[in-house]
Nanobody, 133 residues
């Protein structure tokens, strides 16, 4: 089992930056893939970025490319999402997620799939991000 605790959300104006973090505990050696998803009330959860444990390969959805950066620190068992040039449409609850079966290619492609969230086993509790115009 893996436990994820995410945080770092807040309120910023458009153009601002935030740094989300996710701390993993438990059987962290089993994590093959880590990702960030986000969800707006009344809508489904959508992928944002992912990183593979095996080769540090990263993937981003088009809407955040060039603005968001995902990274992981295996020594501290932490996952980070740096969000720059935030836009009002980035407003959502952000969740970190992890899985112990997704290989490098599946890891970075799952975030773009409609059923991508179903492919992840472990989830954080969510942290809210609000971007004002």
């Amino acid at each position: 089992q893996v436990q994820l605790v995410d945080g770092g959300g807040g309120s910023v104006q458009a153009g601002g930056s935030l740094r989300l973090s996710c701390a993993a505990s438990g059987n962290t050696d089993s994590i093959y893939c880590s990702a960030w998803f986000r969800q707006v009330a009344g809508k489904g959860r959508e992928g944002v970025a992912a990183i593979s444990t095996a080769n540090e390969r990263t993937g981003y959805v088009d809407s955040v490319k060039g603005r968001f950066t995902i990274s992981r620190d295996s020594t501290k068992n932490t996952l980070t999402l740096i969000m720059n040039n935030l836009r009002p449409e980035d407003t959502a609850t952000y969740y970190c997620a992890a899985d112990h079966t997704l290989g490098p290619t599946a890891c970075v492609t799952a975030i773009s799939l409609h059923d991508g969230p179903e492919m992840y086993t472990y989830w954080g509790q969510g942290t809210e991000v609000t971007v004002s115009p």
